[in-house]
Nanobody, 126 residues
């Protein structure tokens, strides 16, 4: 069982930056692809970004490309989401998720992830 704990959310104004962190309890953290999803009020949970289990390859939803950056530190069992130029439409609960290493990992599909954090609220005001 992998436990994921997100932190770094908060209330900011449009144009500001935030960095989310997700700490994992699993010592074999490097064997998991890590993703960030979000759920805005009244909407489905949607893919935001993901990073390959060993690091390197990253994936982004179109609406965050150029603004958000995902990274991971396998030595610290932590994945980050740097969010710049935040918009009011980025307001959501952000979730961290872990997907076991596989021959084929489906990074954008929430159903493919095995473990989820509790989420952290990000609110962007105008």
């Amino acid at each position: 069982q992998v436990q994921l704990v997100e932190s770094g959310g908060g209330l900011v104004q449009a144009g500001a930056s935030l960095r989310l962190s997700c700490a994992a309890s699993e010592d074999t953290f490097s064997n998991y692809a890590m993703g960030w999803f979000r759920r805005a009020p009244g909407k489905e949970r949607e893919f935001v970004s993901a990073v390959r289990w060993g690091g390197g390859a990253t994936y982004y939803a179109e609406f965050v490309k150029g603004r958000f950056t995902i990274s991971r530190d396998n030595a610290k069992n932590t994945v980050y989401l740097q969010m710049n130029s935040l918009k009011t439409e980025d307001t959501a609960v952000y979730y961290c998720a872990a997907q076991r290493r596989a021959y084929y990992n489906d990074y954008t599909n929430r159903a493919a992830y095995n473990y989820w954090g509790q989420g952290t609220q990000v609110t962007v005001s105008s």
